[in-house]
């Protein structure tokens, strides 16, 4: 295959105009800055971003390579099809709960991260612990997508895999660190557009492609292949709503949604974002799932990709791509390139600030350098987005195993984190020792269902357990089962550890957490400044 030069000049323009909005951007945000606190601007904008922009970096956040690619992909799968296309509704879903019950407790105490609450409640130590999950989870999130946009450029461009992941890599580190939220958010403008112009252009010429068959007559009838409307074996319920609550509920514990929501003015425009943003992610999905269709619908020996299928060859993956390269004209597919490398860089941005805006804030300036100036912590945050955004590279070279890694690493950011932060919100009683207790749980328990895709096998043996091929599988619902246990684990063993100290049933000497004579009191972010070198709550001097 001959390097595709047509393509190569799309995507180069691509990456050129989005690296000169995130300059201009990062001009922009250095301008506003004034009277401002420059931290509070690289993480939250100043909490200031206009809605319309919020709602297309909020929405950017989740409609990733990932997204409409394996969108793409599900739908094509013949063991798979629509039905098990749950992202869209579960990531729509999300952003109604969390705008409903999360964003107002959230903003009005002006928090930074998602890891603020943890902290203030539980302690720095015991926010350091729970830093891990969200810190591997976003690390391999960015690897995962630099690994997603390297395969597709080496199938569509026959260009090096690791080339593409580099000059990705550079560019989306390189404006994020000139610029901060307000580069990631006027970027994800400029990709959201190309996003959406560059799929919808190129589906009425798949759609019309004389080697594909009507796909309302395949979404019912078998013809190439099995229906793509797909269909939920009984047996498989089990895992289906399991998958689905995980995307409702273990989407909200990120900061890369949080970092939106909290960027906003006030908490109404944060809520309005939210709940907009989740309309936005589901209707992105209608190009993927149509073009899906299309492949499902094509008779590929009747293409220039020719016989066996994608499916027989192991490249259902790359469905999406497939079908831009062989069931559209060139002038046009080239553009598709435009939609996957927007795509990839949307969400790779939002993870690499998220990341780093969690180390600077909660654990350089809280632990390790409580009396570190602005200047200090602001280059705490801009070396850690290079260390973390170089680690993520080297991670992508590897992509036979990363997305594995960010699959258990995702779920483990559910079973942990989302149970944490409920308690932290909506049951202040909670303490370190019921946080840690849960923590212990949840880590076992998702760690002992194991990981077929990463030949983890199970030591705990659910109902419906079953041996497939020399590879077990879990049916039963256990990722909701392992949130609930730790949600149960963290109020039993608060309110059991608060009654044996105040009881005198053991002696206070023995409470190490303090939590019997402690007040936590968060200072915002703006008033850190201002302070004497003390430490930031009240809670800090007795955690570390």
Not at 283 to 309: C, E, F, H, K, R
Not at 429 to 441: D, Q, R, W
């Amino acid at each position: 295959m001959a390097l595709n030069i047509p393509g190569l000049v799309s995507l180069s323009v691509f990456f050129t105009l989005t690296l000169a909005t995130g300059i201009w951007a990062s001009w922009k945000s250095r301008k506003d800055q004034q009277n401002r606190n420059p931290i509070e601007m690289a993480m939250v904008g100043g909490r200031n971003i206009h809605v319309f922009i919020g709602l297309f970096t909020a929405t950017a956040t989740w409609v990733g390579g990932a997204y409409i690619n394996s969108t793409a992909e599900i739908v094509y799968l013949p063991s798979k099809g629509l039905l098990w296309v749950q992202a869209p509704v579960g990531f729509a879903l999300s952003l109604v709960v969390g705008g409903f019950f999360f964003v107002n407790p959230m903003r009005s105490k002006n928090y930074v991260t998602v890891m603020d609450p943890l902290q203030e409640t539980y302690g720095n130590m015991m926010g350091t612990l729970l830093f891990i999950p969200s810190l591997l989870g976003e690390v391999f999130w960015f690897a995962a997508i630099l690994a997603s946009l390297g395969a597709t450029m080496r199938v569509i461009l026959d260009i090096g895999g690791s080339l593409a992941i580099t000059i990705s890599a550079c560019t989306v580190i390189l404006y994020t660190l000139l610029g901060g939220l307000y580069s990631v958010a006027y970027t994800d403008v400029i990709q959201m557009v190309f996003i959406t112009f560059s799929l919808w252009i190129c589906i009425p010429f798949a759609l019309v492609n004389s080697a594909t068959e009507s796909i309302y007559y395949t979404a019912t009838h078998q013809f190439y292949q099995d229906p793509w409307i797909g269909k939920i074996e009984k047996q498989h319920l089990g895992r289906w709503l399991d998958d689905f609550f995980y995307l409702v509920l273990g989407s909200i514990p990120w900061q890369t949604y949080f970092q939106r929501v909290l960027s906003a003015a006030s908490s109404g425009q944060a809520r309005l974002i939210s709940y907009l943003s989740g309309l936005g992610c589901f209707a992105m999905a209608i190009p993927s799932v149509l073009i899906g269709a299309v492949a499902a619908s094509t008779d590929w020996n009747q293409t220039s990709y020719g016989l066996p299928s994608p499916f027989e060859r192991g490249e259902s993956a790359m469905i999406l791509p497939l079908v831009l390269q062989h069931l559209c004209p060139a002038y046009i597919s080239v553009t598709g390139l435009g939609a996957i490398a927007a795509a990839a860089m949307s969400s790779a941005d939002s993870a690499l600030l998220s990341t780093a805006s969690m180390f600077a804030h909660n654990i350089y300036r809280k632990i390790l350098r409580k009396k570190a100036s602005e200047t200090e912590v602001l280059w705490a945050m801009r070396t850690s987005m290079v260390l973390f955004g170089a680690g993520a590279a080297v991670l992508a070279f590897y992509s036979s195993s990363v997305y594995d890694l960010w699959f258990l690493s995702g779920e483990l950011v559910y079973a942990l984190l989302f149970p944490q932060l409920c308690c932290a919100l909506f049951a202040p009683s909670t303490n370190t020792y019921g946080s840690a207790a849960g923590f212990l749980v949840g880590l076992l328990l998702r760690l002992l269902a194991g990981e077929p895709a990463l030949s983890i096998p199970p030591v705990i043996h659910y109902p419906a357990c079953s041996l497939l091929n020399g590879t077990y599988s879990q049916l039963f619902p256990f990722k909701t089962f392992t949130v609930l246990l730790t949600l149960g684990t963290i109020l039993a063993v608060s309110h059991l550890a608060k009654a044996l100290f105040q009881n005198n049933l053991l002696p206070r000497s023995w409470d190490v957490c303090n939590i019997t004579g402690r007040t936590a009191i968060l200072i915002p972010l703006q008033q850190v400044e201002k302070q004497e070198p003390v430490p930031t709550t009240a809670q800090e001097e007795s955690h570390d």
